[in-house]
């Protein structure tokens, strides 16, 4: 159950960083109501991950996914340049990710 709540936490802290961003220093209301409540479920996710699993590996873990969907979603959605050195290396964090699940 760890392994999925901190796979979910790390989808919302891919969720506020995004909403961080689009939140104009704080002065856009929806994308700094979204950060608030992403960063509350992705902390409290990872707190409760922490519970039973290695510090280091849930962080290493939860800061993977985070950053490889926040690419992914500015690649997609935002204009952030696609580039194959870029996508490999994405992938690459992704089978890391991976590696510590399985080595766990």
Do not use: N, Q
Not at 26 to 46: D, K, N, P, T, W
Not at 57 to 81: N, R
């Amino acid at each position: 159950m760890a392994w999925i709540v901190l796979v979910i936490s790390g989808c919302m802290e891919a969720v506020w960083a995004t909403a961080l961003g689009k939140s104009d220093g704080f002065h856009r209301f929806g994308a700094s109501a979204v950060f608030v409540l992403g960063m509350l479920l992705s902390m409290a996710g990872l707190a409760y991950a922490l519970r039973t699993l290695p510090v280091g590996t849930a962080y290493a873990v939860w800061v993977g996914i985070g950053a490889v969907l926040t690419v992914a979603y500015g690649m997609v959605f935002d204009g952030e340049a696609v580039s194959a050195p870029k996508v490999l290396l994405l992938a690459g964090i992704v089978g890391c990710v991976v590696g510590l699940k399985v080595l766990h």
